[in-house]
């Protein structure tokens, strides 16, 4: 598929190629019809690409009551298992417990056997998250844990955390061309109209400025958190949500949840437990932490020096000594999502995707949570009259796809990169930016200490088959600098 063609009538149109795009265009060619997918960046370049990179098994929305969106969880973790289950690890996490009250050990344990029982009546998405909780001192699980000196205990159990949430974007894509699908990133929808009984998109691809027409039957948009706003409906509030990743471990293997100075305000929690959470949560040599949620006059994801200050600050309140220090700070992410528009003081985000009809055939989604995208793509297809294929589940007789291209060869000086086979890794992954490949296809870039002179090597490696001149590898190798420097954090704006 090009851009340009427009011979070819498809079922179903879905612009945004995020993880909810993603998931859309995996489930709508898993029932056999033509599908195309267009992305007018890189897939999962955007506000999917900024997370805990948790996958949540749906313990946590018992305190919510809501078992709606614990089933929806449990499900959606499972189809993530069968699609890039080599990208997701089991992480033990820990929480500790206070008092003998709905913090105390006992209300813990039955949390814990709440969601076992829910877990066997429901019996389609997996055993989910497994739960102790251990009395006594914390730190006999947890050494070197901080904890206050009030806890009584702590409660383990288990989460999906992802390797490379970026990866796994791509890897649904990758599934979603293996059913048949056309997939194609850097392809910017620039309008939609109705021609006659079809829909129309107009469509520029921004790797060789040709433009041209798609035309389907449907379409669904899902391109991020402004999309009521682009397809004509009330814009929503958003706020700007941060994850920090810190080099080194000090929790080892496991993720800790510790409380914050700041209170909890999470309108639609049955069970109040005190104080916001902070979690630590390992990425191999590395440990994120979040997430901080900001509700900003003007909408950015961008992060002042007064806002890395006051997070720097709030770590070191409830972890000192640990490492969390700025010389440490290897990344952050930063991206907005939908404010719960029902308390405009607080900073929450919100609860619920949405399934946005705008006129007949043509319909666009707004997603919460990236957990929850596979569920939220078969709710949106059913309403749009897609017979659905039997949901996805791990199985050993599936066949595997394809191992990645070892982009981290590029950095390294010692090894002879094969250019015929760089060729076929750079058409295969759809590679079009050095960030592509060292960002996204590979977390290479941010694995590593990486000097700018291995960067160079890499882009000249990859021009000299995509044909940059040095123009353009210098504006590859800023590009990636650039995500990468925490020195990006702009001076903030004396008032």
């Known amino acids: ?290 997430t901080w949620y900001d509700r900003l006059e003007d909408a950015s994801a961008e992060v002042t020096e007064n806002d890395l200050e006051r997070w720097l600050e709030e770590i070191h309140s409830v972890a000192p000594d640990l490492g969390f220090h700025r010389r440490n700070l290897r990344y952050i992410h930063s991206g907005l999502l939908p404010a719960d528009e029902r308390n405009e003081l607080s900073a929450q985000p919100a609860k619920e995707s949405a399934i946005l009809p705008v006129t007949a055939g043509r319909f666009a989604v707004r997603t919460v949570k990236f957990t929850t995208a596979p569920e939220m793509a078969r709710a949106t297809l059913e309403k749009m009259g897609f017979e659905l294929a039997p949901r996805l589940a791990p199985t050993k007789q599936t066949e595997p796809p394809p191992p990645p291209y070892p982009w981290e060869d590029l950095l390294r000086s010692d090894v002879d990169v094969d250019p015929k086979v760089l060729e076929v890794a750079v058409r295969e992954e759809k590679v079009v930016h050095l960030d592509d490949a060292l960002l996204r296809r590979s977390n290479v870039a941010l694995d590593d200490f990486c000097g700018e002179e291995k960067f160079i090597l890499a882009a000249t490696r990859l021009g000299a088959m995509l044909g940059w001149d040095e123009t353009r590898r210098s504006s590859e190798v800023t590009r990636v600098l650039d995500r990468l420097r925490w020195s990006k954090v702009r001076p903030s704006v004396e008032q």
């Open 1 to 290: 598929m090009k851009a340009s063609d427009s011979e070819i009538v498809y079922d179903l149109l879905v612009v945004g190629g995020g993880i909810q795009g993603a998931w859309l265009a995996l489930e709508a060619a898993r029932t056999g019809r033509k599908v195309a997918l267009l992305e007018r960046d890189d897939f999962g370049a955007g506000t999917s690409a900024n997370s805990l990179k948790v996958l949540h098994g749906g313990l946590r929305y018992l305190q919510h009551g809501n078992l709606k969106r614990i089933r929806e969880s449990r499900r959606s973790v499972k189809a993530f298992r069968a699609v890039a289950g080599d990208w997701i690890e089991e992480v033990p996490f820990f929480l500790e417990t206070k008092g003998s009250g709905v913090r105390g050990p006992w209300a813990m344990r039955g949390a814990f056997g709440l969601f076992g029982l829910l877990s066997r009546i429901w019996g389609d998405g997996g055993k989910g998250p497994q739960g102790r909780v251990f009395s006594g001192d914390p730190t006999r699980q947890v050494p070197g844990g901080v904890f206050s000196p009030s806890a009584n205990g702590v409660a383990r159990w288990n989460e999906a955390v992802m390797r490379n949430s970026e990866r796994i974007v791509f890897e649904v894509v990758r599934a979603a061309e293996r059913c048949g699908a056309d997939c194609l990133n850097y392809c910017e929808v620039s309008a939609i109209a109705k021609v006659s009984e079809r829909w129309a998109a107009r469509v520029v691809d921004r790797r060789t400025g040709e433009s041209g027409t798609v035309l389907a039957n449907q379409v669904v948009e899902a391109t991020g958190p402004r999309v009521e706003e682009e397809v004509g409906n009330e814009a929503l509030s958003l706020l700007r949500g941060v994850n920090l990743v810190f080099q080194g471990t000090p929790f080892g293997t496991q993720a800790v949840g510790l409380e914050s100075r700041d209170a909890s305000h999470d309108l639609d929690a049955l069970v109040k437990r005190g104080n916001r959470l902070l979690f630590f949560v390992p990425r191999g040599d590395q440990t994120m932490v979040g």
